[in-house]
């Protein structure tokens, strides 16, 4: 495993990050085109070029959402995800498994020891990711 330099995290030739590795940039939204930095929605980024899926959190959808309200929110957590990643240097950190159905790796993004995802949680714009979809509207 090589150590994030200049904000671009380095993964193994799988894309495997067997330890959590510090990193820092600045992010866009990967709707202004995608870049090897950005946030895909609440719960997705690429950092990278690697797509990370947010282990600990489910938000809600921004690119199929089931009704309005879940939409209004998708964009909210979306844009606080990528407030919170800007704010400072952070670390990605591995969980028990390494990618999900999609391919995506599965990764939380901590600062100072504490999850990102928390802080969306504490914000009502999350909720812990306990395995299973549930509906945002209504």
């Known amino acids: 495993l090589a150590a994030a330099v200049a904000g671009h995290a380095a ?3 799988n894309g ?3 330890e959590s590795i510090a990193g820092a940039g600045y ?8 870049q090897p930095n950005c ?3 609440g719960d997705t980024i690429w950092y990278g070029g690697v797509k ?4 600990d959190i489910d938000t809600p959808e921004v690119f199929s959402p089931k009704c309005a309200s879940e939409a209004a929110l998708g964009r909210q957590a979306t844009e606080r995800l990528l407030a919170l990643i800007n704010a400072g240097p952070f670390e990605v950190v591995p969980g ?3 990618e999900d159905r999609y391919g995506r790796k599965l990764r939380t993004i901590e600062r100072n020891g504490r999850s990102l995802g928390d ?4 914000e009502g714009l999350a909720r812990p990711w306990d395995g299973a979809r549930r509906s945002w509207c209504g």
């Open 11 to 13: 993964f193994d030739s």
């Open 16 to 18: 495997v990050v067997s």
């Open 27 to 34: 992010f866009r939204l990967c709707a202004e085109g995608r």
């Open 39 to 41: 946030v895909v929605d």
């Open 52 to 55: 990370i899926r947010l282990a």
């Open 96 to 98: 028990s498994r390494d």
């Open 119 to 122: 802080a969306l949680i504490a």
